[in-house]
């Protein structure tokens, strides 16, 4: 997955380098949009999926994930687009606040399933 990721964000550098059709701002629409539209439908294609059919579940995931990759230089390069000198300081605190934000989900994550009737229905059985 992490392999199809990377390829596919040399793939999109190398279309929005090669393209001269394209102005910057729209190219990089272009990428976020097929980055975030494909693993959408990947693991909206999952919720078909049962148990029995685990190689395609398997191949949506990886699929979906490795299309991950067209993001990265849609919006990654956002920061060096508004404010070049600020890039890096930008860059930690938009990493500084998603990381934050992700500490959070579990904690309240845990107050939300911490009855049991809503950790069972985690279960397997």
Not at 48 to 65: E, H, K, R, Y
Not at 80 to 104: E, H, K, S, V
């Amino acid at each position: 997955m992490y392999f199809g990721a990377l390829s596919n964000t040399v793939i999109s550098l190398c279309i929005a380098e090669k393209g001269d059709s394209m102005s910057p701002t729209p190219c990089d629409v272009c990428h976020v949009t097929a980055g975030a539209i494909v693993p959408a439908a990947m693991v909206a294609a999952n919720g078909f999926i049962d148990c029995t059919q685990w190689p395609g579940a398997i191949s949506f995931m990886t699929v979906g994930l490795s299309f991950c990759g067209f993001q990265y230089n849609g919006f990654l390069v956002n920061h060096l687009d508004l404010a070049p000198p600020f890039a890096g300081l930008l860059m930690g605190m938009g990493n500084a606040i998603g990381t934050t934000a992700r500490f959070w989900q579990r904690y309240f994550h845990g107050i939300i399933t911490s009855t049991s009737e809503v950790a069972n229905n985690y279960k397997s059985t």
